[in-house]
């Protein structure tokens, strides 16, 4: 548009100036070689445009001469390239299809087309339909290659990884991750493999560092970061607990502060706090903790924050949690346990009772017998509580990957990944659960009596009485007989049971042979 506006400008601008020497009428005398030539001031002007248009055109054909041959070659250049970035484009879609010939053919196509050096990409290409080929060796050698070009560095870290990890070699894996985060901490594939190594040997620092990273550079929102940073100083806290106190305090501080839900920080931020005389503040950090999600290690923790207590006290302070989170089953057990402690049975036989209600498990049946046993001593009552929690669903626990574990741990032994333990209920028990309060009639399963022979079926049938029975309990034979006949015929009809997965069964043309034509009872 700009360029349209300037030859309009100039077009006019030419024009202005023919109409004022148009309007300025005037002679123009020129002296060459003993001659002289008089025109007007508008043929002049015409002439020395004409002159210079004449000169441009000649220029514009010998330039043109001039450049020709590398024009020729250009476009035979750029014909080229168009088509070996066709049969990259090719390619690279055959390499997503899975499609390892195709791949391959039109590598060779593009290397023939387009140097490689000019375009990396000829090189993932062939790496791709050597991992399509199953030439695994030959994928891993091109990737190591492309760890020489700095533009093709990252992509060659991130082939041999993935080799790494389907090899299984973790610690080949770890390796290329750490040189690619080293280079570019944004990429997350790095980034959390690095974590997992970090976190693996205990180096928490490092591993906040590298959360940091990931939270300056968006690779994670800023929730799951905070959500990281406290598991990492959780786990910090507990590393320095023994060797020094003040900076594991510091750390389940800043944890808390983190994730004030989340029960490992507030553990042992209050278990750090109360250690140095500060009950006060570590109740409340355990109360705050109590009100977002109940956990049997805070109100351990609670009950005996004070090591002067009474019992009586610290089925108290059982009570105040309780009443922090009203109708919850880990409250009735916390007030169940103190109470027992205090040999206050009523309560603690109530608390119990009323936690089974609201959440039937293993861990409240067996505090029940604890409770009988002390108060009564009966032992067949504590048998039966004991068989209730054999039948019940388990109890909460830190689960990872299938690894049940009774006190958390900042990874998971099995992957390594980073806050995999989740405080749930194991997987229940094989089998179906029965409440032993219910009685339940399970049918048994008996084997078929052998088929009575044809013979004897006919004077079962015909001894059998015709008319209607004078007796009560012979009416009742006969009519159970006759169900069972009809039964029987119905199955010969065709609706019969399933074949059991063992049974193959009988062959139509067997069966269509022996199938009986009188009436038979089995």
């Given at each position: 548009m700009i360029r349209l506006l300037a030859f309009l400008a100039v077009v006019f601008a030419l024009g202005l100036g023919f109409a004022w020497l148009a309007d300025r009428p005037g002679e123009m005398l020129v002296t060459f070689n003993g001659y002289q030539y008089q025109v007007t001031l508008m043929v002049a002007a015409v002439a020395i445009v004409a002159v210079v248009a004449a000169v441009m055109?000649?220029?514009?054909?010998?330039?043109?001469?001039?450049?020709?041959?590398?024009?020729?070659?250009?476009?035979?250049?750029?014909?080229?390239?168009?088509?070996?970035?066709?049969?990259?484009?090719?390619?690279?879609?055959?390499?997503?299809?899975?499609d390892g010939a195709l791949a391959r053919k039109k590598t060779k196509e593009a290397a023939k087309l387009i140097n490689a050096?000019?375009?990396?990409?000829?090189?993932?290409?062939?790496?791709?339909?050597?991992?399509?080929?199953?030439?695994?060796?030959?994928?891993?050698?091109?990737?190591?290659?492309?760890?020489?070009?700095?533009?093709?560095?990252?992509?060659?870290?991130?082939?041999?990884?993935?080799?790494?990890?389907?090899?299984?070699?973790?610690?080949?894996?770890?390796?290329?991750?750490?040189?690619a985060a080293a280079v570019a901490p944004q990429l997350a594939w790095a980034a959390e493999s690095t974590l997992e190594e970090l976190t693996e040997r205990g180096d928490?620092?490092?591993?906040?560092?590298?959360?940091?990273?990931?939270?300056?550079?968006?690779?994670?929102?800023?929730?799951?970061?905070?959500?990281?940073?406290?598991?990492?100083?959780?786990?910090?806290?507990?590393?320095?607990?023994?060797?020094?106190?003040?900076?594991?305090?510091?750390?389940?501080?800043?944890?808390?502060?983190?994730?004030?839900?989340?029960?490992?920080?507030?553990?042992?931020?209050?278990?750090?706090?109360?250690?140095?005389?500060?009950?006060?503040?570590?109740?409340?950090?355990?109360?705050?903790?109590?009100?977002?999600?109940?956990?049997?290690?805070?109100?351990e923790l609670y009950t005996h924050a004070r090591a002067g207590d009474a019992v009586l006290d610290r089925l108290n302070r059982a009570?105040?949690?309780?009443?922090?989170?009203?109708?919850?089953?880990?409250?009735?057990?916390?007030?169940?346990?103190?109470?027992?402690?205090?040999?206050?049975?009523?309560?603690?036989?109530?608390?119990?009772?009323?936690?089974?209600?609201?959440?039937?498990?293993?861990?409240?049946?067996?505090?029940?017998?604890?409770?009988?046993?002390?108060?009564?001593?009966?032992?067949?009552?504590?048998?039966q509580l004991l068989s209730k929690a054999v039948r019940a669903p388990r109890d909460p626990a830190w689960v990872a990957d299938g690894v049940i574990s009774e006190r958390w741990a900042p990874v998971s032994p099995v992957t390594g990944k980073l806050d995999a333990f989740t405080w749930r209920a194991p997987m229940e028990r094989l089998g179906q659960l029965i409440d032993s309060e219910t009685d339940v009639a399970v049918p048994a399963i008996t084997a078929a009596p052998p088929a009575a022979p044809a013979e004897k079926a006919i004077d079962i049938v015909a001894d059998a009485p015709t008319g209607k029975p004078a007796a009560t309990n012979g009416g009742e034979k006969d009519r159970a007989v006759a169900e069972?006949?009809?039964?029987?015929?119905?199955?010969?009809?065709?609706?019969?049971?399933?074949?059991?997965?063992d049974d193959p069964g009988v062959a139509p043309e067997e069966e269509a042979e022996k199938t009986p034509r009188r009436f038979r009872l089995f």
């Open positions: 055109i000649v220029w514009w054909l010998i330039k043109s001469l001039w450049n020709s041959p590398y024009t020729i070659s250009r476009y035979f250049r750029v014909r080229r390239r168009d088509r070996g970035y066709q049969a990259l484009s090719t390619g690279m879609i055959a390499a997503g299809a899975g050096d000019q375009e990396p990409l000829i090189n993932l290409l062939d790496a791709q339909a050597s991992l399509l080929e199953g030439d695994h060796e030959g994928a891993r050698a091109k990737f190591e290659r492309m760890l020489d070009d700095p533009e093709m560095r990252l992509l060659g870290l991130r082939g041999l990884y993935l080799e790494a990890e389907r090899l299984g070699d973790r610690n080949a894996a770890r390796h290329y991750a750490g040189r928490w620092d490092g591993a906040l560092k590298l959360v940091e990273v990931q939270k300056s550079t968006r690779q994670i929102e800023r929730d799951a970061a905070n959500r990281r940073r406290a598991v990492l100083l959780t786990a910090k806290a507990q590393a320095l607990v023994d060797s020094d106190p003040n900076a594991a305090r510091a750390a389940a501080l800043e944890a808390n502060k983190l994730a004030p839900d989340f029960a490992p920080a507030a553990v042992i931020a209050a278990d750090l706090v109360i250690r140095q005389n500060d009950v006060r503040k570590g109740s409340k950090i355990l109360e705050a903790a109590w009100k977002a999600e109940p956990h049997p290690d805070i109100a009570k105040k949690l309780q009443e922090l989170k009203k109708n919850h089953a880990e409250s009735s057990m916390a007030v169940a346990r103190a109470a027992l402690d205090a040999q206050d049975f009523a309560t603690a036989r109530r608390e119990a009772e009323a936690a089974i209600r609201m959440d039937r498990r293993e861990g409240a049946y067996l505090l029940l017998a604890d409770i009988e046993e002390a108060e009564t001593g009966d032992q067949g009552k504590v048998r069972t006949a009809g039964e029987a015929e119905t199955a010969d009809q065709g609706v019969g049971l399933p074949h059991l997965p």
